[in-house]
């Protein structure tokens, strides 16, 4: 049985009095929330976070992290200073990471192995652009991003991974994939893992992500292959992102 598993992306969005008002609105309403629940904030407020949620049910993450320890790489943040803050699981792979910052499937693989030797559960995101889609080619892509994570840590590895199935083109805006969309895809994802171990396919979480909300949250978890959500813009609104919480 896969616990149900909400993780919240907040992006670059966040401010201290945000960070206080998001924990604090998320910590209220957590009593009957029965679903692991993940916070990713922004680095500068990862300090802020952790200290509001210390002794709660809530999770902090964070958004990425570099493949080096230590060194001279201006402006990048290593797994080793996130664990410092006690942070315990990084988004890796994001789409925004791969389009905007060209990381490849073997930057995002080694990340994924970097955060796995430091001890840190990526939540390592996959996903098909629109054209990839139309083209019919989401198996193909799918397959290819999550290759090269097994080719690089090994299926064994999954046994700490939590995957993110994340359609772009339904990342922030507001079109999100059918049920049954996301629901046969995940259902790739989980026999892609079983042709290398079943056992590790039935207990890997496999998240849905990309314009999740109140709204559609509990037909998507609902599905059988669909163990929880990555949540981008709702996770902004505490009231929303708790209804998501409770969906599962
Ligand atoms: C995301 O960025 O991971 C995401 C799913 O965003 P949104 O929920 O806004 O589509």
């Known amino acids: 049985m896969r616990q149900t598993i909400v993780a919240g992306n907040w992006k670059m969005n966040a401010s201290k009095e945000a960070v206080n008002t998001l924990v604090m609105g998320i910590l209220s309403g957590m009593a009957d929330v029965k679903s692991k629940v993940i916070v990713c904030a922004p680095f500068p407020y990862l300090s802020q976070a952790e200290a509001l949620a210390t002794h709660s049910q809530l999770h902090i993450g964070a958004q990425d992290i570099n493949v080096n320890a230590s060194g001279a790489f201006t402006g990048e943040v290593s797994a080793d200073m996130i664990k410092d803050f006690g942070v315990e699981h990084v988004i890796v792979g994001h789409s925004e990471r791969r389009s905007l910052y060209g990381e490849t499937d073997g930057v995002v693989a080694e990340k994924v192995q970097v955060a796995l030797d430091n001890g840190l559960t990526p939540l390592f995101c996959i996903g098909e652009l629109l054209e990839e889609r139309e083209s019919g080619n989401t198996e193909a892509v799918v397959s290819r991003q999550i290759n090269a994570v097994i080719d690089r840590v090994g299926i064994e590895a999954f046994k700490n991974i939590i995957v993110a199935y994340e359609p772009v083109w339904a990342i922030g805006t507001g079109v999100t994939a059918t049920p049954q969309q996301a629901q046969d895809t995940h259902a790739f994802i989980r026999s892609l893992l079983a042709s290398h171990d079943s056992d590790i396919a039935q207990s890997t979480p496999i998240l849905y992500g990309g314009s999740m909300n109140p709204a559609n949250a509990e037909?998507?978890?609902?599905c059988?292959?669909?163990d929880g959500g990555l949540i981008g813009?709702?996770?902004?609104?505490?009231?929303?992102?708790?209804r998501?919480?409770?969906?599962g």
């Open 219 to 222: 037909e998507l978890i609902g």
């Open 224 to 226: 059988e292959d669909i």
């Open 233 to 242: 813009g709702a996770s902004l609104k505490p009231d929303d992102f708790l």
């Open 244 to 247: 998501i919480c409770k969906a």
